[in-house]
Structure formats: structure tokens, C-alpha cells
């Protein structure tokens, strides 16, 4: 019982050359293992948090002198290392999973996997086709969100566009009017990066590219001369004499819904304030 009274302790010198020890140990880990992959984020930083809450507990136990303090105290200071080691882990494993964190995190893997494409896919896609088209049409109406801005036939009359500075384009303005312009890679360079200082965002992250791709064929049988020659484009023509719903006018039905309308809103704010 003599250990654990409150009175002040005289902690022996040698316990401070043993914490010191420990620490210098416990450092030299720290650095190794921070060269080291345990194979997952989560590992790291629950081998990081472990040998932080070592340390800290040396510190407290020996030098501070908590080894001889009562065992309420001793309780206390353990469990507040515990659940901060706890807290911490939680807190970096949720930072990790964050978008700006993208180097070498699993998150990204998954992003970029899922946005990756061969360059013969990316060669095949940049031809149009019946299926691209369609594919382009479902999601400019729907899921892609385009159609609120830039209307269901492509005119620049979406609900959400209107309060917007430029106008969203009108597809059927003819090539020279174009901000980027109607080539292909026009359009998808228009669709990765977005038009800066305008409401047209980039969609690299939530559209792959053949997706985009898809939306540029698309596009493209709206616009009059999507060579900016002033001339029909014969291969667009032959695709939506095949398929002849391609391309016509949705009714209000079948305005898309989601995201981009907060995007819209968003910006619609921005210009008020202005
Ligand atoms: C928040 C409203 C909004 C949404 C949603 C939106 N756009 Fe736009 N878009 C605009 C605006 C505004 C412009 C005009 C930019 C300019 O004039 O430079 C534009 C321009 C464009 C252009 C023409 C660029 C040029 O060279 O002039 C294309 C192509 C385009 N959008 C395609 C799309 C597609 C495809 C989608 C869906 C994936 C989409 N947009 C979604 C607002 C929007």
C-alpha cells in the first residue's frame, strides 16, 4: 500500500533513464514503420495510434509519476489515451477516404478504375454509333443531368439554366458560336474540364469516358454542322434516319432530376450575390 498513497513520490532516477530509453525506442519504431504498409490504410493508422498511446503512456506512468498515483487516477488516464488513440484512428480513417486525399488511397483506386478505358475502347467510342447515341440520350435526359440546364431538345432552355450568365448553349447554334467548339474532342474536352467561369462544370468524376463520349455523339446530331463547315454531318444523319427517336424533343415529363440541379442553384445564388 506505501506505493499507491497520495503523497508526493520521489520517482527513482532510473525510471527516467528507462522512459527516456523507451521513448528513444518507441521514435526509432515510428520512423521505421512509417516506411512500412501494413497492407491497408486502416492498419497503418491503428499501428501508429497503438505505438502514439505506448509512448504517451510511458510518459504519464513514469515520468509524470501516475504509476504511483491511485488506481482511479491510473483508470482514468488509460482510458482517455484509449479513446483518443480511438478517436484519432477514426478521424484520419475518415480523412483518408476523402477525395483530396486521392494519392494512394483505395478510394482513388476504385475512382480510376472505374473511369479507366483503353486507348482502342477510347479510338472505337470516338466513332459515332446507333448505341452511343442512345446511350448519350438516356444520359443527357436522365441520370446526367444536362437536360435541366440545357432543355430536352438541347436549346438552352432547361429549368435550371435560366438564371445563368452565359446561357447554357444552345446545340443548335451553329459551330462558330461555341465557346470550345464541335469537334469531338472539342466536345469532350468541353465535358472533362467544364467551361471555367461559366455554369458548365467538368464531369471527369462522375461520367466515364465513354460516357462522355456517348454524350458528345449525342450532342453532336443536335448541332446543325457539328463540323463547322456549314454542312450536315452525313454519318450523324445516317443515325438518326435509323433511329428515328433519336435526338427529337422529350416532353416536360422527362426532365431529369439530381444533382445538377443544386449545381444550377448553387450558381444561380453565386449570380444574385454578384
Ligand atoms: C448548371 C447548368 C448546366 C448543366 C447541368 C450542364 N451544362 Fe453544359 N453548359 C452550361 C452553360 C452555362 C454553358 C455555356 C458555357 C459557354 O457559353 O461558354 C454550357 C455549355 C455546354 C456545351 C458547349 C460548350 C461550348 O463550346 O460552347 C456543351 C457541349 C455542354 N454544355 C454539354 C453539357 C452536357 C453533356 C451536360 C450534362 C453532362 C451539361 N452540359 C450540363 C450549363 C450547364
New binding site residues.
Partial sequence: MSDKHDNHHIVPLSYYYFTLGGLLVLTAITVGVSYFNFGSMAANLAVAMAIASAKASLVLFFFMGLRWDSALNRGTMVATIAFLAVFFFFVGADLGYREEWESGTKYAEVKSAAAAASMAEIKEWERPSPDLVAKGKE??LGA???A???GNAGKGD?I??GA?N????N?EDNSS??????SVQ??YV??TSG?KG????G?QAM?SPKDRLA?THF?RTIIPDPQGNGKVDAQYASILKDKDSIGEEGGASSQSKGI?ID??ID?MLKEKKK
Fill in positions: 444520359l443527357y446526367g443531368g444536362c435541366t440546364c440545357h432547361g435550371a439554366g445563368l452565359p446561357k447554357p448553349r446545340f458560336a461555341w465557346t470550345n467548339g464541335t472539342s466536345i468541353t465535358l467551361i461559366t455554369g458548365m462544370a464531369y461520367l454524350l450532342i445538377p449545381l444550377a450558381q
